[in-house]
């Protein structure tokens, strides 16, 4: 029985797509939502650390950081219909396909999500954190393509 669908989003347009397919799923079923979206604090960190002065200036930015994408999940979740159960997540590591898995694997029974569907060369230089979510998690996988850039 699909009871709960884990929605991961990058917050682009294109994520909205297999966000919006996978709000359909949840109202056919009467299943709840959960929108996922993965950061990484070194993203940060790193590049700015020499331009900080010290720990307590990169934590202040870092929870900044944090605290401005999680107000725009919540804008996100908010303009889902109001018939279906939405919760959001902020998850955090340097491995977003493994984030998402873990995060499914704790109480979701699908991931849906978009692909930007590149193929050839386009897809072996930047890869695909669609497939590699597809091949590492323990939950079904639905993958929406979006073939516009």
């Known amino acids: 029985m699909l009871q709960r669908i884990l929605l991961p989003t990058d917050l682009s347009h294109h994520a909205g797509v297999g966000v919006r397919f996978g709000v359909d799923l949840a109202q056919r079923f009467g299943a709840s939502v ?60 340097r491995d977003v396909a493994q984030a998402i898995v873990e995060e499914a694997g704790r109480a979701h029974e699908l991931i849906v999500l978009s692909t930007h569907g590149r193929t050839g060369l386009r897809r072996f230089l930047l890869g695909s954190v669609a497939e590699r979510i597809a091949r590492l998690s323990s939950v079904h996988v639905v993958t929406v393509p979006v073939f516009s850039d």
């Open 34 to 93: 959960t929108l996922a979206h993965v950061w990484d604090p070194s993203v940060l960190r790193e590049p700015l650390a020499p331009l900080l002065d010290g720990a307590d200036d990169q934590e202040a930015l870092l929870a900044d950081s944090r605290a401005g994408l999680d107000e725009e999940l919540e804008r996100a979740r908010l303009r889902l219909p109001a018939d279906v159960s939405a919760e959001r997540v902020l998850l955090e590591g």
